[in-house]
């Protein structure tokens, strides 16, 4: 039997539902206008983005990149400039990084907000116990469950990457916070 999940009790100013386009904005918004102010950010995903981190790799905005994005950055080239999926989900990964840059904002990628008021993460015990099964491992970070299902780099080239993450996290101490390891491999 698995070990019960660890709790921990959190203190926000603002908790944010969704790190996508709006939650971004509402966030980007509330770190100008009040210095003082904490924000947790809960998403499903493993990455800010919201859907465009599921856009297939053809789909563009249909708009302006102009009148896409946060007040403190520019999107894509400005103008006419119909940006990727893939410009729209590095755009916000950048944009969450300068917010926990400040310290003031704390993500929670891979969760979901309960009606309890809990916050939950999607690794669950089964997704735990599936690494632990076939890679003999204990779950060292939630980015390898992102690189399992988020990848189209093909089935052998995931399994090699897992494995080579979970050697050269084996002996590191694990971080507060679980950053993802970079992936290499993808073309």
């Known amino acids: 039997m698995s070990p019960a999940m660890p709790t921990e009790h959190l203190d926000t100013d603002y908790l944010v539902l969704g790190a996508g386009a709006m939650g971004m904005a509402f966030a980007d918004v509330i770190l100008a206008e009040d210095p003082a102010a904490r924000v947790v ?17 053809f789909v563009r905005l249909h708009q302006p990149a102009a009148f896409y994005g946060l007040n403190s950055t520019q999107l894509g080239q400005g103008g006419e400039d119909l940006t990727s999926g893939a410009e729209i989900v590095a755009y ?19 969760s979901e907000h309960e009606r309890d008021g809990r916050i939950v993460s999607t690794v669950d015990r089964d997704r735990i116990e599936f690494v632990k099964h076939y890679f003999g491992a204990d779950w ?17 080239n995931v399994i090699s990457m897992i494995l080579d993450s979970l050697r050269t996290l084996e002996n590191k101490p694990q971080p507060h916070s679980e950053p993802c390891l970079p992936v290499s491999n993808r073309s």
């Open 41 to 57: 950010m809960v998403d499903r995903h493993a990455s800010p983005g919201g859907h465009w981190n599921d856009a297939y790799p």
């Open 92 to 110: 916000y990964r950048n944009a969450m990084d300068r917010f926990l840059a400040t310290s003031r904002v704390r993500f929670l990628p891979m």
């Open 140 to 156: 060292p970070t939630r980015c390898l469950y992102h690189m399992m299902i988020n990848t189209a780099v093909g089935d052998e």
